[in-house]
């Protein structure tokens, strides 16, 4: 299989389990990998054959801005379910990181990896 890779997209949105992380708007940073096939793409070259990686993008940047959650990993939860409805994804490993958010650390996060069919 092959792999659409993102890293470190920028993200705005309101996530946290403070009222203050939720009030402002911070900056998350998105880092996905994601199994698909291009073996369509591969023949045709043409982007309409495979997964784009910047209308993924766009996609994600939308889900992070137009939602408010506590938790990364409920967030992350999200993110997949939406990608995994709207493009032909078979696995996803989503990161999703806070810069300056911990004393201390340069970055602080999750990461969660699902399968199309967890979300059958």
Do not use: C
């Not at 792999?3 to 470190?8: A, E, K, R, S, V």
């Not at 946290?16 to 009030?23: F, N, P």
């Not at 990998?33 to 793409?41: E, P, T, V």
């Amino acid at each position: 299989m092959d792999t659409i890779i993102i890293t470190d997209l920028e993200a705005i949105g309101h996530v946290g389990v403070k009222e203050d992380e939720r009030s402002i708007p911070q900056i998350l940073l998105i880092n996905l990998r994601a199994i698909s096939d291009f073996s369509k793409a591969i023949k045709s070259d043409d982007v309409n054959d495979t997964n784009n990686y910047a209308t993924i993008s766009k996609r994600i940047k939308t889900i992070v801005r137009e939602t408010t959650y506590h938790l990364l990993e409920s967030l992350s939860d999200h993110i997949m379910r939406v990608l995994f409805k709207e493009f032909n994804l078979e696995e996803i490993t989503l990161r999703i990181e806070k810069p300056h958010r911990v004393a201390n650390t340069r970055l602080v996060g999750i990461e969660m990896t699902r399968k199309s069919i967890d979300y059958s």
